[in-house]
């Protein structure tokens, strides 16, 4: 079998030049994927992952090897934090947690929770007036108060102050950064934020088995499933996590790309005015914005805020005619697949039409919510929650470029470093 491409010195100093001039990691990886193809070493010391992009190998990963490259590493920060988490675990045990969560995010489930959605966003904007807003952060708070309303019907809003340091700190803690080349790097505060997560999830846990029936949200589900209270918290925090950076990540990231494409943001507001008017959208209307639609599979082709996959070689593998070893890391960049010309012609280019453009897609070239058997569960809620917002803030909004243009940041979503600034103005009537 073929050895796996490994880059050179010098092209290690191209990519190096690269992540120097862009200011972020991934400009780097795009050198060692041009140079090398859709599989290539990233030979760190003490760090040494495998990294595929593209079609055929995202398809390997997320279906054809599914059960060879498995999810969960024994010491990962994230397996740490989340323990028994549905996101962590593999094989049967994945399957049934999966099963327990499906009914509470299953597209049923989504025109109730869209009242939900519309409720926390007016309350939300409802404080927003003329001026500069980090976008990130506002788009936190929205995507902090849904989860929780909506999934384990309760409102974070009056704990959101005394509990955002401890997400921050929980999400930085699984975020990549030095400890994943220097092991046993101390990670000062994260104790602190994890206790602050398990005592306000232990709570919510402990009052609803006060109350007299669990109730058919997600957390009364995986009551009724006969789970004690450490594999709920492990769920609830997975969600907590995994069910709202994601959202803030995205919305973001279109907010941003809204304020600097001024053309695109009219086409909106005439879709918007057209079909909805001022009113809150229904979920019928909202499946009618197909420029929307297509503003949203743009950003997340982008800006996939899950840029990655990571899995571990259960046994050696052959990948394609690569020798994959037992127990090596393989990561699946969806960043890469996405930003790939072969598969997306002027790939950087903020082009929302290209999703309307007619003809099948090549199957796994836009992956944002990976695929296959564990592929986002989130996937739907996600969808309606980020079209529900945008129609919202549009609906009363002009939003402006502000600030310089945002590095992209690697951290547990590819997220705008510093946040994306942008400038907001009420429409007038
Ligand atoms: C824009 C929003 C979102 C994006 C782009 C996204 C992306 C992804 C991706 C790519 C995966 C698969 C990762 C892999 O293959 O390793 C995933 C898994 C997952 N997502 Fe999402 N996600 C989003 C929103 C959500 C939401 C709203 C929830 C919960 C309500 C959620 C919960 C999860 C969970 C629990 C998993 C693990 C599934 C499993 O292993 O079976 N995500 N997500």
Redesign the pocket.
Known sequence: MAAIPTPTAALARRALGAMIEGRDVLSGLRVFHAALGDIFRIPLPGFDPIMVAGPEANRLV?TGLRNDLL?RSEGDPVTELLRH???VEDGDS?DAL?RS?NPA?HRRMLEGYLTTMLGVTDSALAGWSEGECNALDAMRAIALRI?TAT?FRVDIAPDLARLWKSVIKSIEYISPGPWLVVPGLPRPGYARARKTLDDYLFGLIAARRRAAAPGDDLLGLLMDAGMNDDLIRDQLL??LI???D??T??LAWALHLLARHPDVQDRLWAEIDGAVGNAPPSFEALARLPLLDHVVDET?RLY???HL???RAARAIDFQGYEIPAGRRVL?S?FLTHRDPTHWPDPHAFRPERFGEPGPRVPYTF?????G???????A??QV??KAVLVRILQRFVLQAAGPLPRLRMAATLEPAHGARVQIRPRKA
């Open positions: 997320l999810w988490g549905v996101l994945h999966r969560m995010l989860l999934l997975t969600l995994a069910g709202h994601t959202s990540a995205l997340l996939p805020p899950i996959g990571q899995r699946y969806i992956v944002p919510f990976g695929g058997a564990r592929n986002c569960i989130g996937a809620f996600a929650e980020v």
